[in-house]
């Protein structure tokens, strides 16, 4: 069974800076992509960064330079690193496995708050 548990989440100042985790289970971590997706309160849900089983990295436009995503293949684990925080990121961030329809699992997300 496919799992996904997002962690890391919490209430920052703008300019400030959370590293998100993706913990999975129940399958191959090393083969799949891992996707990190928000959606903020009213809107729709989007995407922000992607790795692929190589490595290769791609940001959604308002994120590049900002935030970081990588995984530890030994953990089973995806890290999205997020400095420069504004408050236009605040939203609920969930990772899931590719980047892209037809997914195999969803985490149940984390809380991140950016506001002074």
């Known amino acids: 069974q496919v799992q996904l548990v997002e962690s890391g989440g919490g209430l920052v100042q703008p300019g400030g800076s959370l590293r998100l985790s993706c913990v999975t289970s129940?399958?191959?971590?090393?083969?799949?992509?891992i996707g990190w997706f928000r959606q903020a309160p009213g809107k729709e849900r989007e995407g922000v960064a992607c790795i692929s089983r190589r490595d290769k990295t791609t940001y959604e436009d308002s994120v590049k330079g900002r935030f970081t995503v990588s995984r530890d293949n030994a953990k089973n684990t995806a890290y999205l690193q997020m400095n420069g925080l504004k408050p236009e990121d605040t939203a609920v961030y969930y990772c899931?496995?590719?980047?892209?329809?037809?997914?195999?699992?969803w985490g149940q997300g984390t809380q991140v708050t950016v506001s002074s």
């Open positions: 129940g399958f191959s971590f090393d083969y799949y992509a």
């Open positions: 899931a496995t590719p980047c892209s329809y037809p997914y195999h699992g």
